[in-house]
């Protein structure tokens, strides 16, 4: 894909709490949006030229939706509507489900103001999962680069940003090519050796391994980690990271920070996992934004009262979502969300609006069988519960 990348300026000062162009003070969030509306040094060049002589979101000299990409992150404008789903986990049949749903092809085909966005994890059939399916993550990932590659420009606004999976398989697949001297010829005795070996049940959750080659090696390991909008919407695929101090340090795939957000859990799941006030913290250092959009958690993890409406939320300013894998006791949902609408707190996100069921004929959430408490599914940091 050939996103727009900013320049190294933008890159050196978007860590800035304060920017300051031709005597105007930005804040960070303000130059974002102006960036992302026109574009990266182009801005700066018009800017200090005289154009603009206060500062305003400059949509109408957009270009046309462009999203730019520096580093691990992508930037979306101030327009448009966004459909997110998470978590497919190999299930094919619900992904074509999602883009008949959002008919965000036909939409993109057409020249639509539309994005659609994958939170990670489409790889790898869960353990016990009987919806899997055995090629699916190879055919979703197919699909996807086909959408991207043949809409030209188009194309871009198909959005797949990595999970915890996707990262972990390309990091295996890595080791047994260096460690393991693999190749295509004998990738799938090395493969079936990890998986028999001392730790074997923990590397089989990401048996995408044995279906990986290197050029789909290539192609996940060049995802992006997060996406954050104009309108203050951020998605990842997990939760906050408590070392990020801004923007720039997802920018530069800053390791630590890249776990966090591909892994963390709610405290109420996990023992060493965020609260509230890490979420609050994360998102006022993502340039003061007001959503956090995920997924990776399945809903049965949380506590019954989290719960609303198909969706997971948590406090005010995040919502887990489960398209596929991780769904029930819920109905498998997603999100349609308008770029142009600042989104203050979850309850502005409605069922049957912002939040659509996947499968029609569900109206709302339905429980066939009780939700374990959240005591039995809070997991320690280092059982293997942790790790999934």
């Known amino acids: 894909m050939r996103f727009f990348r900013l320049s190294n300026l933008m890159k050196n000062i978007i ?70 789903a998470s978590d497919f986990h190999t299930r094919y049949a619900d992904f074509q489900m999602w883009l008949e749903r959002t008919r965000i092809v036909e939409r993109l085909r057409n020249g639509d103001d539309v994005y659609g966005l994958i939170v990670g994890d489409v790889v790898d059939r869960k353990p016990g999962d009987i919806h899997a399916e055995d090629d699916g993550d190879t055919r979703i ?27 972990r398989c390309v990091s295996i ?22 998986f028999s070996g001392d730790r074997g049940s923990y590397y089989q959750q990401f048996n995408f391994v044995s279906r990986m080659n290197d050029d789909r090696y290539r192609y996940l390991k060049d995802l992006p980690v997060a996406v954050i909008t104009d309108n203050g919407i951020v998605g990842i695929h997990a939760g906050p990271s408590g070392s990020l101090s801004s923007p720039k340090d997802i920018i530069d795939l800053n390791e630590t920070v890249v776990q966090e957000i591909l892994w963390s859990r709610p405290i109420e799941v996990r023992k060493d996992g965020y609260d509230t006030s890490d979420l609050s913290t994360f998102l006022h250092r993502m340039n003061g934004s007001s959503l956090l959009v995920s997924g990776h958690t399945p809903l049965r993890y949380l506590p019954e009262e989290f719960i609303r409406d198909n969706v997971g939320e948590y406090g005010e300013q995040q919502i887990i979502l489960a398209t596929s894998y991780g769904s029930e006791p819920a109905g498998k949902s997603f999100l349609v969300l308008d770029l142009k609408t600042v989104y203050e707190n979850t309850s502005e996100l409605r069922a049957g609006e912002e939040i659509r069921l996947l499968e029609s004929q569900l109206a709302h959430i339905t429980r066939t069988q009780p939700l374990m408490s959240s005591q039995s599914h809070r997991l320690s940091a280092g059982s293997p519960l942790h790790q999934v």
């Open 15 to 84: 860590q800035e709490d304060t920017v300051s162009i031709s005597d105007k003070q930005l804040t960070r969030r303000e130059f974002l949006r102006a960036t992302a509306s026109i574009g990266g040094l182009l801005f700066l060049n018009l800017w200090g030229s005289g154009f603009a002589s206060t500062f305003g979101r400059l949509s109408d000299q957009s270009c046309s939706g462009q999203v730019l990409r520096d580093g691990g992150l992508l930037f979306l404008p101030d327009h448009g509507t966004m459909f997110v």
């Open 141 to 167: 990932i197919e699909r996807i680069r086909e959408i991207q590659n043949n809409l030209d420009e188009q194309g871009e606004r198909f959005l797949y940003i990595q999970g915890n999976h996707e990262n």
């Open 173 to 194: 697949y890595e080791k047994l090519v260096t460690d393991e001297a693999m190749t295509a010829s004998n990738q799938q005795q090395v493969v079936k050796n990890l």
